[in-house]
């Protein structure tokens, strides 16, 4: 058995531990032995269908309580699971068919694991030929025991953001997941009496999937768990949950906190207790700053440490983790002068007033290996701008494509991230965006989240709802729009007095304005499944 398995059936057999799901209508706990024996049946139903070892299944369900033994058992056949992008009330069917059809065929899926509330797509798969168990049939399975696993299996095929059309999916092994878990556990010091996570992150993303479902599973840590919507539905409920489960342990994307505070902000004294928290990660999408000291600021009355509030950096092809804070370091800014960081390349310190914040990121978890190179691939000092490069035993060999194989590191072990960062001379990772993102202006290099930032600090802009858009790309002057959503598209008046105000915040923040900006209702701008803006997918926002 490779490691992840042999530790999974562990702490099935001895961990008094277990996933709490149903929250907060009809709470249900079951502790990883009785989840293991849920599995064992489903693994049973999954052999009847013909899944064995180093075959691909796909996972289409929303509930946290069916997804569990269902990832279990995938994984006692020896077998890799794909969650498949979900369809949400504003999904066009045919099309998500027709994309589902695309990412089925590429990763080989022998067959999709149906469950609530999905089964409305039964007869779309059908129609296709992609053969369907239910989560109802696969519990009505006779129990098996595991096949043996190799650490080099394939456990988890996680599709990137925004796969669709034109599908790849990171290939993460078992060795992967294990490497990973414990570099995560070392570094935040977790301890499976005492620590309690809380979630309602996507299991369909890798922070839900890997940090709040696989590794809790694997080593047998008490969490609660509840779905995307739910969260939604009541912000608050989050910080009602980790109340009342005193919970430790949370994460989220920037835009959540946003919500977070706001809501903590409008609660009554007393409404909750967070006293308990002493992690909850920022990570997923770009941290600005500003919100995690509005959310400790919130958050004081309800006892919340601030220390507590941790931007962390990670990705799919890390397995998870890149870098994490130490414990009780909190939000730690790294104030340095825009002009050279963006005509330099240079993150050099600065106390001027107009110093851009930069939050840090924490150290590289254990097992991992950076460095930051240059356009010509020159190794780069400490404060150097560049692209990060990873290397270590939690870094996938490769991706999944329509076209077949594609390999992640190159002859040396290096990942190239993508991301454009530095580290500090104390080893702080600091990402200033995507290479893809940068727009330069003038010899300068402009940050979309630097613009976005701006944006989003005008007033009737929704949180998180604001997106700069890179504009004449290649050429010797690129340009920029910025498209925003708010509240108030009906109101002529606040639609052009947000316009306004948003071109004079970035002007304000970054010195250059936009060549134009759009003002939209909500739901307009375009998001990955995770919640990430999709800037590449943004255009067609300005019209024609």
């Not at 530790?7 to 989840?35: C, F, K, N």
Request: charged content about 20%.
């Amino acid at each position: 058995m490779s490691r992840f398995t042999d530790e999974m059936y562990e702490t099935a057999a001895r961990s008094p531990h277990a996933l709490v799901t149903g929250e907060p209508d009809a709470p249900r706990r079951q502790t990883w032995g009785q989840i293991h024996e849920q599995a064992r049946r489903m693994a049973g139903a999954l052999a009847a269908a013909g899944i064995g070892h180093g075959d691909a299944v796909g996972i289409l369900a929303g509930n946290p309580v069916d997804i569990a033994p269902a990832c279990q058992a995938v994984w006692m056949r020896g077998a890799s699971v794909t969650m498949l992008h979900q369809p949400t009330p504003r999904t066009d069917l045919a099309l998500w068919a027709r994309d589902t059809e695309v990412v089925i065929g590429m990763i080989g899926a022998r067959t999709v694991v149906l469950g609530a509330p999905f089964e409305i797509a039964a007869p779309l798969l059908a129609e296709r030929g992609i053969p369907v168990v239910t989560i109802a049939e696969m519990d009505a399975g006779t129990p098996v025991d595991p096949l043996p696993t190799d650490e080099q299996d394939i456990a988890l095929q996680q599709l990137t953001s925004g796969s669709t059309g034109s599908p790849k999916a990171v290939q993460i092994t078992h060795e992967n997941f294990y490497v990973n878990a414990y570099a995560m556990i070392e570094r935040i010091k977790f301890s499976l009496d005492d620590d309690v996570m809380v979630s309602w992150l996507p299991l369909f993303h890798d922070m839900g999937m890997v940090g709040f479902l696989s590794v809790p599973m694997q080593v047998g840590a008490e969490v609660v768990s509840v779905t995307p919507l739910d969260f939604l539905r009541s912000p608050l409920l989050w910080a009602e949950l980790m109340s009342k489960y005193r919970g430790t342990v949370t994460a989220a994307p920037n835009f959540a906190y946003s919500l977070l505070a706001r809501k903590l902000a409008q609660a009554p004294d007393g409404a909750v207790d967070l006293s308990s928290v002493r992690w909850m990660w920022n990570g997923a999408e770009p941290v600005d700053p500003d919100t995690m000291e509005a959310l400790a600021a919130a958050g004081a009355r309800f006892g919340l440490d601030p220390a507590a509030l941790a931007p962390v950096y990670g990705m799919a092809e890390t397995t998870l983790a890149v870098s994490v804070p130490d414990p009780g370091r909190g939000q730690i800014l790294d104030l340095v002068d825009p002009d050279l960081l963006e005509a330099g390349g240079m993150a050099v310190p600065s106390s001027r007033s107009n110093a851009r914040r930069l939050p840090t990121l924490g150290h590289l978890v254990p097992g991992l290996e950076g460095r930051v190179v240059g356009q010509d691939g020159e190794l780069l000092p400490p404060r150097g701008v560049g692209i990060i490069q990873l290397r270590g035993k939690a870094v996938t060999h490769g991706y999944l494509t329509v076209d077949g194989p594609v390999p992640a590191q190159d002859s040396q072990g290096w990942f190239d991230t993508g991301d454009v960062g530095y580290f500090t001379e104390d080893g702080l990772v600091v990402v200033c965006g995507r290479v893809k993102d940068v727009i330069i202006m003038g010899g300068r290099n402009v940050y979309p989240t630097d613009i976005e930032r701006a944006a989003c600090s005008v007033d009737g802009v929704r949180p998180g709802n604001a997106v700069a858009i890179r504009l004449d790309a290649g050429d010797k002057r690129e340009s920029f729009a910025v498209a925003v959503e708010t509240n108030r598209i009906d109101d002529p008046e606040e639609v052009r007095r947000i316009e306004h105000d948003v071109v004079h915040a970035v002007v304000a923040e970054v010195g250059v304005r936009p060549r134009t900006v759009a003002v939209l209702g909500p739901g307009s701008i375009p998001k990955t499944s995770s919640g990430k803006l999709r800037r590449g997918s943004s255009v067609h926002l300005l019209g024609g």
